[in-house]
């Protein structure tokens, strides 16, 4: 079965940068993805790396290493909007029909 | 643009009772749907998918089922709720571009 590890809660300071590690135990591994979700709110999709490497997307970096099952998402310059919770994903040979696996989630608590 | 419509966003419903929850999706064709539940303060659990009309994967077993009787139009259903039942469903589309977009979800409560 797939298995993912992330931290359950972060807090950091507004403009500060935070990284959010996320390990994986899976088959057939094709990629992994982060999502953010706000309290209440559903989750929306924020990188996906297949790669070795570091993604970059504005405030956002995500990082995946295939051979270390690892990856991170790093947030720069943070702002109190970003309080939220960021689950990583996988997506591998198991989920059917690019189906994915998701972790616990990471609840990031920004303070000013 | 595609769009993803679910409802209703919040739902209370007594033991034994039946339910549908209903999502649509706009502005696409042939999407991969799918139906998640997250419990209060967990991650999401993927319930069922389909890759077309009629064509339902079940991943856990349960009291639930899914149908897909059009292309665009995705739906949960179950014939007697339990009080585990309770959680935050979560109707999802994507077309093999490695991104899920959700739809707003339906708070369920079983009372």
């Known amino acids: 079965g797939q298995s993912l590890e992330q931290p359950s809660e972060v807090t950091a300071v507004e403009g500060a940068i935070v990284q959010i590690n996320c390990t994986y135990q899976?088959?057939?591994?094709?990629?992994l993805s982060w999502y953010q979700q706000h309290d209440g709110g559903a989750p929306t999709f924020l990188s996906y790396n297949a790669l070795d490497g570091l993604e970059e997307t504005g405030r956002f970096s995500s990082f995946l290493s295939r051979s270390d099952s690892y990856g991170y998402l790093l947030l720069q310059e943070l702002q109190m909007k970003d309080s939220a919770s960021y689950f990583c994903?996988?997506?591998?040979?198991?989920?059917?029909?690019?189906?994915?696996?998701f972790g616990k989630g990471t609840h990031l608590i920004i303070q000013p | 643009s595609q769009t993803i419509h679910q409802w209703p966003a919040t739902l209370v419903q007594p033991v034994g009772s039946p339910l549908s929850l209903e999502c649509t999706v706009e502005g696409t064709s042939n999407p991969n749907l799918y139906w998640y539940r997250q419990a209060a303060g967990r991650g999401l659990q993927l319930l069922f998918y389909s890759v077309g009309i009629g064509q339902i994967s079940s991943e856990v077993p349960q009291n639930l089922s899914a149908s897909r009787p059009q292309d665009r139009q995705f739906i949960l259903s179950s014939k007697k709720l339990l009080l585990s039942d309770s959680g935050f469903y979560l109707c999802?589309?994507?077309?093999?571009?490695?991104?899920?977009?959700f739809g707003s979800g339906t708070r369920l409560t079983v009372v």
């Open positions: 999802a589309w994507t077309q093999g571009n490695y991104g899920y977009t």
């Open positions: 899976t088959s057939g591994f094709y990629g």
């Open positions: 994903a996988v997506r591998d040979s198991g989920g059917g029909a690019d189906g994915l696996t």
